[in-house]
Protein backbone atom coordinates (compact mmCIF):
# COMPACT_ATOMS: atom_id res chain seq x y z
CA UNK A 1 0.00 0.00 0.00
CA UNK A 2 1.26 3.50 -0.78
CA UNK A 3 -0.07 6.72 0.58
CA UNK A 4 0.81 10.16 -0.07
CA UNK A 5 -0.14 13.01 1.58
CA UNK A 6 -0.78 16.57 0.47
CA UNK A 7 -2.62 20.13 0.69
CA UNK A 8 0.19 21.96 2.97
CA UNK A 9 1.10 25.89 3.05
CA UNK A 10 1.54 28.51 4.64
CA UNK A 11 -1.48 30.25 6.87
CA UNK A 12 -1.77 32.49 9.89
CA UNK A 13 -3.19 31.36 13.26
CA UNK A 14 -6.73 31.03 13.46
CA UNK A 15 -7.32 30.13 9.82
CA UNK A 16 -8.20 26.42 8.68
CA UNK A 17 -6.27 23.94 5.92
CA UNK A 18 -7.35 20.53 5.17
CA UNK A 19 -4.62 17.70 4.28
CA UNK A 20 -5.74 15.06 1.74
CA UNK A 21 -3.86 11.42 1.47
CA UNK A 22 -4.65 9.48 -1.44
CA UNK A 23 -4.67 5.65 -0.60
CA UNK A 24 -2.91 3.10 -3.26
CA UNK A 25 -4.78 0.96 -4.32
CA UNK A 26 -7.64 1.92 -2.38
CA UNK A 27 -8.73 2.88 1.08
CA UNK A 28 -10.46 -0.65 1.02
CA UNK A 29 -7.15 -2.38 1.29
CA UNK A 30 -6.49 -0.66 4.67
CA UNK A 31 -7.96 -0.95 8.25
CA UNK A 32 -6.58 1.71 9.87
CA UNK A 33 -5.02 5.26 8.54
CA UNK A 34 -3.27 7.88 10.73
CA UNK A 35 -2.21 11.62 10.16
CA UNK A 36 1.04 11.81 12.01
CA UNK A 37 2.94 15.21 12.37
CA UNK A 38 6.86 15.74 13.28
CA UNK A 39 7.31 19.54 13.98
CA UNK A 40 10.51 21.34 14.43
CA UNK A 41 13.20 19.38 16.84
CA UNK A 42 10.03 17.58 17.94
CA UNK A 43 9.41 13.41 17.32
CA UNK A 44 7.26 12.21 15.48
CA UNK A 45 3.75 12.07 17.34
CA UNK A 46 -0.25 10.35 15.80
CA UNK A 47 -2.58 13.48 15.26
CA UNK A 48 -5.46 11.40 14.31
CA UNK A 49 -6.72 8.26 13.09
CA UNK A 50 -9.62 6.12 11.69
CA UNK A 51 -10.55 2.75 11.08
CA UNK A 52 -12.87 1.13 8.56
CA UNK A 53 -15.83 1.93 10.52
CA UNK A 54 -15.07 5.28 10.71
CA UNK A 55 -14.41 5.18 13.90
CA UNK A 56 -12.06 7.91 15.30
CA UNK A 57 -9.29 8.89 17.33
CA UNK A 58 -7.61 12.20 18.27
CA UNK A 59 -4.40 13.29 20.17
CA UNK A 60 -5.72 15.79 23.15
CA UNK A 61 -3.28 18.81 21.19
CA UNK A 62 -6.11 18.64 18.35
CA UNK A 63 -9.45 17.13 20.20
CA UNK A 64 -11.89 20.18 18.77
CA UNK A 65 -9.91 21.85 16.28
CA UNK A 66 -9.03 18.87 13.36
CA UNK A 67 -11.05 16.47 11.94
CA UNK A 68 -10.39 13.14 10.32
CA UNK A 69 -12.93 11.76 7.57
CA UNK A 70 -12.40 8.95 4.58
CA UNK A 71 -14.10 8.65 1.43
CA UNK A 72 -13.89 5.35 0.21
CA UNK A 73 -14.82 6.47 -3.58
CA UNK A 74 -12.06 8.63 -4.03
CA UNK A 75 -9.53 6.25 -2.19
CA UNK A 76 -8.92 9.44 0.38
CA UNK A 77 -8.87 10.11 3.43
CA UNK A 78 -8.46 13.90 5.20
CA UNK A 79 -7.55 15.89 8.02
CA UNK A 80 -9.63 18.98 8.59
CA UNK A 81 -7.71 21.29 10.81
CA UNK A 82 -9.35 24.37 11.63
CA UNK A 83 -8.31 27.63 14.06
CA UNK A 84 -4.90 26.24 13.80
CA UNK A 85 -1.70 27.72 15.89
CA UNK A 86 1.89 28.09 15.35
CA UNK A 87 2.63 24.72 17.57
CA UNK A 88 0.55 22.58 15.17
CA UNK A 89 3.99 24.08 12.61
CA UNK A 90 5.28 20.18 11.20
CA UNK A 91 5.62 17.94 8.19
CA UNK A 92 2.36 16.17 8.05
CA UNK A 93 2.46 12.24 6.85
CA UNK A 94 -0.39 9.85 6.56
CA UNK A 95 0.13 5.98 6.68
CA UNK A 96 -1.10 3.05 8.31
CA UNK A 97 0.17 1.68 12.10
CA UNK A 98 1.75 -1.16 10.58
CA UNK A 99 4.27 0.85 8.59
CA UNK A 100 4.88 3.50 11.06
CA UNK A 101 5.91 0.81 13.40
CA UNK A 102 8.56 -0.51 10.57
CA UNK A 103 9.88 3.52 10.23
CA UNK A 104 8.59 3.27 6.27
CA UNK A 105 7.10 6.89 5.84
CA UNK A 106 5.61 8.82 2.58
CA UNK A 107 6.82 11.81 1.78
CA UNK A 108 4.98 14.55 4.11
CA UNK A 109 3.27 17.64 3.69
CA UNK A 110 4.59 20.66 5.10
CA UNK A 111 2.14 22.65 7.65
CA UNK A 112 3.44 26.56 8.71
CA UNK A 113 0.90 28.19 10.87
CA UNK A 114 2.43 32.27 11.38
CA UNK A 115 2.02 34.16 14.59
Known amino acids: VQLQASGGGLVQAGRSLRLSCIVS????????IGWYRQGPEKQREVVAS???????NYADSVKGRFTISRDNAKNTVYLQMNSLKPDDTAVYYC??????????WGRGTQVTVSS
Open 50 to 56: INHNGFT
Open 25 to 32: PSTFSVNV
Open 95 to 104: NTPVLAAVRQ
